[in-house]
C-alpha cells in the first residue's frame, strides 16, 4: 500500500475525498470507470478498447 501526505483540495468539479478501494463501485462514477480501473491494475491488460456501437451501448474489450 502507498502512503500519501497532504491536503485534497477540491476544485470546480467538485469535492475531493479519499475512499477505501472496496467502496468505488458504490460511487458516481464516470463511465465506464470499473473496467477502466480493471485495465489499469491488470499487469497483463493496456488497452480498452470499444469496436462497434451495440443497440444500447459499445461492445468493450479489453486487452
Known amino acids: 500500500m502507498t ?7 477540491y ?9 477505501q478501494k472496496d467502496q468505488i463501485p ?5 463511465y465506464d470507470m470499473l473496467p477502466l480501473m480493471e485495465m489499469m491494475e ?3 491488460k ?3 478498447f470499444c469496436p462497434r456501437r451495440t ?5 468493450k474489450k479489453i486487452f
Request: aromatic share 12%.
Open 42 to 44: 491488470a499487469p497483463d
Open 26 to 30: 458504490n460511487l458516481d462514477l464516470a
Open 11 to 19: 476544485s470546480d468539479e467538485g469535492e475531493v475525498s479519499w475512499v
Open 46 to 48: 493496456s488497452e480498452f
Open 3 to 9: 502512503e500519501f501526505t497532504g491536503s485534497l483540495q
Open 55 to 59: 443497440e444500447d451501448d459499445w461492445e
